[in-house]
């Protein structure tokens, strides 16, 4: 599978990277998450080159995760903003800030923490059943391909349905 094929893959995981899937890219969506969305903004805080950045901005606009606001008439100025699509992604980064700080955070603990602004305690992400409400973890879960599974060359989607056992 070539990295420039991964949105033509009969799988969300793969065409999902094909969109959201370097590292610089999930650093822009941090930072939008974090209110940035100036270019000028992104380039300071991120250290990024004008043209990785320009990249990774058009992408997400082309696939409606981001979109343009103008904020200046003269000249013409834009900012980015989160779409619906692009707010959608907010589970996916708190996931992997969990992860990183359960697995990649020293001895003082997470950078940052998230507060539901609802009741104000510290939150972290749980997954849990869109059917009956229970938290659920890998060896919770039972795989199956759905009916929009075409099968690439003989590949078996599922070689080992329950890898966490």
């Not at 707010?87 to 800030?97: A, E, N, R």
């Not at 940052?112 to 409400?133: A, L």
Request: glycine content about 6%; charged content about 25%; aromatic content about 6%.
């Amino acid at each position: 599978m070539r990295w420039e094929e991964l949105d033509q893959q009969p799988c969300s995981l793969a065409r999902t990277l094909a969109v959201i899937g370097d590292r610089w890219t999930l650093l822009v969506l941090r930072e939008c998450f974090l209110g940035v969305r100036r270019f000028e903004m992104f380039e300071q805080r991120l250290g990024i080159t004008r043209h990785i950045l320009t990249d990774r901005l058009k992408k997400l606009v082309h696939h409606d995760v981001l979109y343009k606001s103008p904020y200046q008439e003269k000249p013409v100025r834009e900012e980015y903003r989160l779409t619906e699509k692009g707010l959608d992604l907010h589970p996916v980064i708190l996931s992997l800030v969990r992860w990183g700080d359960t697995y990649m955070a020293d001895e003082r603990g997470a950078p940052v923490v998230h507060i539901h602004k609802s009741c104000g305690e510290v939150m972290h992400p749980v997954t849990v059943c869109s059917e009956c409400g229970e938290p659920i973890g890998a060896r919770d879960v039972r795989v199956q391909t759905g009916d929009a599974w075409a099968n690439q060359a003989g590949q078996d989607p599922l070689p080992n349905a329950n890898p966490a056992d």
